[in-house]
């Protein structure tokens, strides 16, 4: 974590940070009301050129509106990214650490979990979640 991700594949956190509450039409899901505040949202990068092409593709201001994160990433600022080189599709494990961190909310059900079953990709909280509270909780799901 921390430098420039890899072109491997892999897993990762947005940190986001809303600074008003907003409506933001979200593809089919559509309009919702975001509270100001913080979100975290899990993903995966499996595709041609993994993390770094992923990672990239997020911080632009100039795409199409294509994932659920899209819409809101056009509102809230992108503060801070963890990720992890992985050939497996682990975002629904670290969706669930996010959600069971304490203050963790889900704001949108369905929200990046359109090809699974999870109950949301999207966590919401009023203080910036912490690296080594999600770290501790992904060690009580991952093993």
């Not at 979990?113 to 080594?132: G, M, N």
Request: net charge negative.
């Amino acid at each position: 974590m921390g430098e420039m991700a890899p072109s491997e594949p892999g897993t990762y956190v947005l940190i986001m940070n809303l600074q008003r509450p907003t409506r933001i039409t979200v593809g089919k899901l559509g309009t919702l009301e975001f509270e100001a505040g913080w979100y975290a949202y899990a993903g995966s990068a499996l595709g041609p050129g993994g993390l770094a092409a992923r990672l990239a593709y997020h911080h632009r201001q100039d795409k199409i509106m294509q994932w659920h994160i899209d819409y809101l990433l056009a509102h809230a600022a992108l503060v801070e990214v963890w990720w992890a080189e992985d050939t497996k599709r682990r975002e629904c494990t670290w969706a669930s650490a996010l959600r069971s961190i304490p203050g963790g909310q889900v704001p949108v059900p369905n929200f990046g979990a359109s090809d699974c079953r999870c109950l949301t990709h999207l966590v919401y909280s009023s203080e910036q979640p912490a690296f080594a509270n999600f770290a501790r909780a992904l060690a009580d799901f991952e093993f």
